[in-house]
């Protein structure tokens, strides 16, 4: 996949507003919120009170729910990955103190908060295996992904901007079923990381939004490719102690589609949204491949749709190693 000189023409053009957009789309350090500020304090007399409160909900908690709670963890801890990936995007060097790496570093800061934060409620929840779920996210790391953007700017804010929508969802769905369940540490919890999340999108929409006005026709063909190849999650490598690499990402989705945190319908929902925030239908001007990318995408939702009502999500639960035993 070789991208042509002119998207990083492009690159340098959009940077020129990312000062104004990080402030726009990042909030300030000494006012974001921080882990501490929704977890229990050692330093006070309390502590163990609220941990008791912790415990006994997270014990009640439906077990998909929770299973999807660790995966949702470790696919936030694999943040590395995300950094090294975006760093090396064509256009954005990390060397170079351009604004695209000013970028990748305070989104990277900001993102780093939702795996501290959820890895050490579920530290205090003791419910998890914390060794297991420390081996998969380990595995997860040294195994990678292969989201298929290449070194591409246009492929990759396609990705991250599907992908920062997808992560609202899931947050936000754990946290009102936690909420329902009188859990309300864990709905703040997830709420506050699904608002970092809507946010990030909506800067990742905003990136694309301005590339459509320089360079239509590249980026619709960017976006029919991504749709293509079908846009895979950043965890699809997860596996377990013991297993190969890739072996549990099935029973997690699986999980998440039977409590409906995330599911195909939610896939198809971004793709429609996405359409929608780029004004797909109307952009005109471009070459053929592109009209034909152009109706591909706004045909796709449909299509997606019929396939959808064909899958049978299995029932069954799956019996996570990263769940302890309950006694
Ligand atoms: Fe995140
Ligand atoms: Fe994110």
């Known amino acids: 996949m070789k991208s042509s000189n002119i998207r990083l023409e492009v690159m340098q053009t959009v940077e020129k507003s990312l000062d104004e957009l990080l402030t726009k789309y990042l909030k300030p350090i000494d006012e974001n919120w921080q882990p501490s500020d929704l977890l229990p304090d050692s330093k006070e007399p309390g502590f163990f009170e609220e941990i008791e409160e912790i415990q006994a909900l997270a014990k009640e908690m439906n077990y998909d729910l929770f299973a999807v709670l660790i995966g949702d963890t470790i696919t936030e801890e694999a943040l590395p990955t995300y950094e090294s990936w975006l760093m090396d995007i064509e256009g954005i060097e990390e060397d170079n103190k351009n604004g695209w790496s000013k970028w990748v570093r305070a989104w990277t800061a900001e993102e780093n908060r939702h795996g501290d934060l959820l890895n050490k409620y579920l530290y205090l929840s003791g419910r998890v295996n914390m060794r297991e779920m420390e081996i998969s996210t380990q595995y997860l790391l040294s195994d990678g992904f292969d989201i298929q953007t290449g070194r591409d700017p246009y492929r990759s804010f396609i990705y991250t901007s599907f992908q920062e929508l997808a992560t609202n969802i899931s947050h936000r769905r754990v ?75 099935g029973h997690f989705s699986d999980a998440a589609q039977r409590i409906k945190v995330y599911t195909t319908q939610d896939y198809i929902d971004i793709l429609k949204s996405l359409l929608n925030d780029w004004n797909i239908a109307n952009i005109v001007g471009i070459n053929d491949s592109a009209e034909k990318a152009r109706d591909y995408l706004m045909a796709l939702p449909k299509r997606l749709q019929r396939i959808s009502e064909r899958i049978r999500i299995p029932q069954k639960q799956f019996e996570f190693k990263w769940i302890a035993v309950q006694k």
């Open 175 to 249: 946290a009102t079923l936690s909420q329902k369940t009188g859990n309300s540490r864990l709905g703040k919890i997830c709420g506050v990381i699904a608002a970092d999340e809507a946010r990030h999108a909506n800067a990742y929409i905003n990136f694309v939004n301005r590339i459509l006005e320089i360079d239509p026709s590249e980026i619709l063909l960017a976006f029919e490719d991504m749709m293509k190849k079908k846009i895979v999650m950043p965890a699809h490598f997860l596996r377990e102690s013991g297993e190969e690499s890739g072996t549990l990402f």
